[in-house]
């Protein structure tokens, strides 16, 4: 079952992420965001999964120059979608 949150005005909004959710807590909700991270690796010049998993994804995002609003665009695009049974 997933946690409906209510948004700005008053939609419901299921599993949304956000700048104050951790790595961890993004990865153990939506496992398959893993290759969301993985993709900005590169950016950051560091395995985020390992440097910033106990760290909010807006600090990780400033921290590591990362663009934020992108960032969370594609991580909830990839918490919408089904998860790939191919793999």
């Known amino acids: 079952m997933r946690r ?3 948004g700005r005005a008053g ?3 299921v ?4 700048p104050e959710m951790t790595v961890l807590e993004i990865l ?3 496992r398959h965001t893993e290759e969301v991270f993985r993709q900005y690796d590169g950016a950051a010049v560091v395995c985020l999964c ?3 998993l106990f760290d909010a994804v807006g600090e990780t995002a ?3 120059g990362l663009d934020l609003q992108g960032l969370l665009a594609s991580l909830e695009k990839a918490a919408a979608a089904p998860p790939d ?3």
């Open 4 to 6: 409906t949150l209510k």
């Open 11 to 13: 939609e419901a909004q």
């Open 15 to 18: 599993g949304r992420i956000t």
């Open 28 to 30: 153990c909700r939506h």
């Open 50 to 52: 390992c440097a910033a």
């Open 62 to 64: 400033r921290k590591y």
């Open 85 to 87: 049974e191919s793999k």
